[in-house]
């Protein structure tokens, strides 16, 4: 239902953040390409590496899918793009680089690429009660771990204050 509202008939999204707001992927590295999600209509692929096969393995809904052996992360797209007769795919304007952007057009010169902005960060904008549920057990977290910081803190200096008046009446 990504693609529904737009009728974009396939989009790429390479966005770490955006990955993970769609799957639950989570890589190592954030600035590495670790994995690609290709959206087709009502179908999902993540395309990532062997090393990350596991992890990837977090939902039903989605293909995944490991390059084979000699092949990159673009070489499966074009794959599964001609397999499920696609020549036309979107992606994130603010994540391709451009290098990757002309090397997937010298794959299939006939594939027309659209920049497309923001598709993933509108929905993120909206939240649904889970991730409303979610954001509110985060920030209660996050204030049980300030409050500890703070009475350590607090308990420091009253130590040292105490340890300091100690040592200049001796």
């Given at each position: 239902n990504l693609l529904d509202k737009t009728g974009i008939p396939a989009f790429l999204v390479s966005s770490p953040q955006n990955i993970f707001y769609l799957t639950g992927f989570r890589g190592l590295a954030p600035?590495?390409?670790e994995v690609l999600l290709l959206v087709i209509r009502e179908k999902?692929?993540?395309i990532t590496s062997k090393s990350y096969e596991s992890e990837a393995r977090i939902s039903n809904d989605i293909e995944i899918?490991?390059?084979k052996t000699g092949e990159n992360f673009y070489q499966s797209i074009v794959a599964i793009l001609k397999?499920?007769?696609q020549n036309s795919v979107y992606f994130e304007t603010r994540d391709v680089k451009h290098v990757e952007f002309r090397y997937l057009q010298?794959?299939?010169p006939t594939l027309s690429l659209t920049p497309h902005n923001g598709l993933v960060?509108?929905?993120?904008?909206v939240k649904d009660q889970d991730e409303i549920k979610k954001i509110t057990q985060a920030?209660?977290?996050?204030n049980q771990v300030l409050d500890s910081i703070r009475s350590?803190?607090?308990?420091k200096f009253t130590l040292s204050g105490a340890e300091g008046k100690q040592s200049s009446t001796d």
């Open positions: 600035f590495e390409r999902a692929y993540l899918v490991i390059p397999d499920q007769n010298s794959l299939v960060e509108d929905l993120r904008v920030s209660e977290i996050a350590v803190i607090a308990s």
